[in-house]
């Protein structure tokens, strides 16, 4: 009995989480599994051998499994030898010398397999230049192949915190369900990337907006019931009162050049308002009583695609027409929804696999700006997800800020362990 015991807990550990997500994390919104512990014993009680009992225990997933060799690579004896500190100084740039770059080159051969046996040099060569590029590509640092201050930060964790990262997000492995389906959407919030995977296909990858640090993005499964096309945007309460409020109390026609309308409700319709006949300044969070809506189109904060996520939370996926916002290394920028880059991609690749034909029906509709409502197929699964630590489709182990400071209470929790 103590001997089984003790199995159950490792089983439960090990397959299903040490911890339980809502405890160390309330942003975590998706049901936790338990063991099926009556089913594994019977399991047991049937084979004549555990091995392969235990080996099924661990989630699934490819990523799971390779976070699991990266941390074994990182307890390794080569990374405890190779991990010494970059001193303070100025940025080290392509083309510089001296011991900071023979540090540098030392630092990176420990984690860069095409750096690792390469001979000893002072000198900031090009071979250490694509070091350090790939080196920022995978802690989301701005890639310009300079060390300056945050690719220093980034270089200087210790290694003992990047193990302790690893191994807590294979335990957020092990909250999501075991089976995520054959198709289904990943959106990673810490990592600013939705992947979608679908069977016969490649993976794709794009680059997201994530909410800000006083709107976090949370964590939680939906699934895509259809897409809106050229959909207007009715502005959430707490944007209205708390951003665009005090626009108007500036310049009560600072909305109309966004094209968004002043609605308010009356004998049971919406009815239009002159912005220059109410008393803003009159107005604040507790009192406003209109109604904010931005017309289809270009200007459209939601872009011209919204993918419809039924959950109770009032977030979902959308385009953006502020494009150059991709291009920042931190993207936590929206009000809590997940803005994705090259929507009308991956609204193509959604509704069927002629994406070349879908792209040119979509594109007819895109063009009328009206709004219409697109069916998808069947149900496509969504998971948003907090990883700090991932590997990508290519095996690659990336490593990202904790931009929401989420990782600090497991890692208080991972201590006990």
Known sequence: LAFTAVFLRYAQDL???????????????????????????????????????????????????QLREALADYRGQRYAERWPALPNGPSLRPGDQGPRVGWLRQRLGALDPQLRNAARSDFYDDRLVAAVERFQA?????????????????????????????????????????????????????GFHLTLVQPGRSPLRLRIITGRPDRSSLVFQSHVSHLVLNPDWTVPRRIAVEDLLPQLQRDPLSLAEKQIRILRRENGELVQVDPLAADWLAYNKNNFPYLLRQSPGAHNSLGRVKFMMPNPYAIYIHDTPAQGLFRKSVRTLSSGCIRVERALDLASL???????????????????????????????????????????????????????????????RFSLF
């Open 350 to 412: 959604i509704l069927t696999a002629d994406e070349a034909a879908v792209t040119t029906s979509l594109r007819r509709y895109l063009d009328t700006d009206e709004t219409v409502q697109v069916p998808i197929g069947s149900q496509l699964p969504v998971y948003l997800v907090y990883f700090t630590a991932w590997v990508n489709e290519q095996g690659e182990l990336y490593l990202y800020d904790d931009v929401y400071d989420r990782d600090l209470p497991l890692l208080d």
């Open 138 to 190: 995978s802690h989301g640092l701005d890639v310009d192949g300079i060390v300056g201050k945050n690719t220093r930060a980034a270089l200087n964790v210790p290694r003992e915190k990047r193990i302790a990262q690893i191994a807590l997000n294979m335990e957020r492995w092990r909250w999501l369900p075991r089976q995520l389906g054959e198709s289904h959407i990943l959106v990673n919030i810490a």
């Open 15 to 65: 397959g299903y989480g040490a911890l339980v997500a809502k405890d160390v994390d309330p942003n975590w919104h998706i049901p936790q599994q338990e063991l099926p512990a009556r089913e594994l014993l019977a399991e047991i009680a049937e084979s004549d051998d555990l091995g392969p009992v235990i080996a099924q225990l661990p989630p699934p997933h490819a990523a799971y499994r």
